[in-house]
């Protein structure tokens, strides 16, 4: 054989050594995911953001050729996901699927989201559907890691196969893997969702700030994931920069909360804070209301509080045991009932979750539900209660800069 062959097939046309391919690996890899989250997911699934047509298209080109991903579908089963969540309607919720499977199998469970045509018709509306989607990246969908592969081979001889075999994976692995599985399953939470989604860390590196999810869950619409002082979304810091040269416009990012002092009776203001802000509510009276009153009840008792009361018991109570089994939810209601204040605080937060969750036509009737809420957990004698109630009360928007 001759010996430019053995060098064509053993380094392609361009011959690199191990750093420039394992560069090139994480450049071409860490481009895959922005396309993903910036493009598939904060622009075409939840309209947070706009980019410059020449730009949206090659992330859509990019997708097409390392993921063979279709637009519409992959918009279709994400809205599904945040409509459906944690039911057994959801196309990957650990909670019914089982971790192993999501994390394992999440390519299965995408596959078998994409067969179900009612849902991409339905799910998927407003995702592109110019000539090139309809006859090239929708119809040829696996052409496009084809091509790359024989471009990577062509360029890089064996070692590009390699490459192009972990690219295949990388998809796979991290977005319906972990960020599917794991960010439904472990982690922190900033926000108590009506769902399990969590956040994986605080700096949302790795992949494209997809790990801060309990916040996208919180605010979907938000093109901005990281909503705490010390988290940072690098898949933000993209966004800035591609906005700062005009190839990006951000449309939506979650708004700021403020509180007003000295207000006596909730207003509009204070319901239109609390609609967008009702996950921040809801865990401000867990950590503000509950939480001391559980401390104080291990006190009174002379025990320590994971004792007095399991930790996944205590989470239990954030969602009346929505994620308990029935053995465990019926431990938690009989646990509840024989301590009267703690029945009580539970109560307190069922209702008001019930008013802020409500999609009343008439908007005075929430705000009246509201208004009576407060009243009553006034008149309730529990000072931590009474100091939420002042606190809510208060609750504005703000305008922020993004």
Not at 82 to 103: L, N, Q, R
Not at 141 to 146: D, E, I, K
Not at 293 to 303: K, Q, S, T, V, Y
């Amino acid at each position: 054989m001759p010996a430019s062959l053995i060098d064509f097939l053993a380094g392609g046309l361009l011959q690199w050594s191990f750093w420039p391919l394992a560069a090139y690996f994480l450049v071409a890899t860490q481009l895959t995911i922005l396309s993903v989250t910036l493009y598939l997911h904060r622009s075409q699934a939840h309209r947070g953001v706009d980019f410059h047509p020449v730009l949206a298209h090659f992330f859509r080109f990019w997708t097409w050729l390392t993921t063979s991903m279709i637009t519409r579908e992959w918009v279709a089963i994400h809205r599904k996901h945040h409509a459906k969540c944690e039911t057994e309607e959801d196309p990957h919720s650990p909670m019914h699927k089982g971790i192993k499977t999501v994390f394992w199998q999440g390519v299965e469970l995408y596959r078998e989201a994409r067969g179900m045509r009612a849902d991409i018709e339905q799910y998927g509306k407003g995702a592109p559907a110019d000539w090139i989607e309809r006859h090239l990246y929708t119809p040829y969908a696996t052409l496009g890691p084809t091509l790359l592969l024989f471009v990577s081979f062509a360029l890089f001889g064996f070692a590009g196969i390699a490459i192009w075999a972990i690219q295949m994976a990388w998809i796979p692995f991290w977005a319906a893997g972990v960020v599917n599985g794991l960010g439904h399953w472990w982690g922190y939470r900033n926000f108590e969702t009506t769902d399990t989604a969590t956040n994986l860390t605080p700096w949302g590196l790795w992949i494209g700030g997809e790990e801060l999810h309990n916040n996208h869950h919180a605010f979907p619409s938000s093109a901005k994931f990281a909503l705490r002082k010390w988290e940072f979304d690098i898949g933000w810091a993209v966004i800035k920069g591609l906005e700062a040269v005009r190839l990006a416009k951000v449309l939506r990012v979650a708004p700021a909360l403020d509180v007003r002092p000295n207000i006596h009776v909730p207003d509009t203001d204070t319901m239109r804070a609390l609609l967008a802000h009702r996950f921040q509510a809801m865990t401000d009276y867990q950590r503000n209301v509950l939480m001391p009153a559980l401390r104080e009840e291990a006190e009174a008792a002379g025990a320590k509080l994971r004792s007095l009361l399991p930790r996944r018991l205590r989470k239990g109570l954030v969602d009346d045991g929505r994620w308990l089994n029935p053995e465990a939810r019926e431990q938690m209601q009989q646990w509840i009932s024989q301590r009267p204040r703690i029945h009580t605080l539970v109560e307190y937060r069922r209702r008001l979750a019930a008013v802020l969750e409500a999609r009343s036509a008439n908007a005075s009737d929430a705000l009246q539900g509201l208004q009576a809420w407060c009243r009553e957990a006034e008149a309730s004698g529990i000072r931590a209660l009474q100091d939420y109630s002042a606190r809510l009360k208060g609750y504005s928007l703000q305008s922020v800069r993004a």
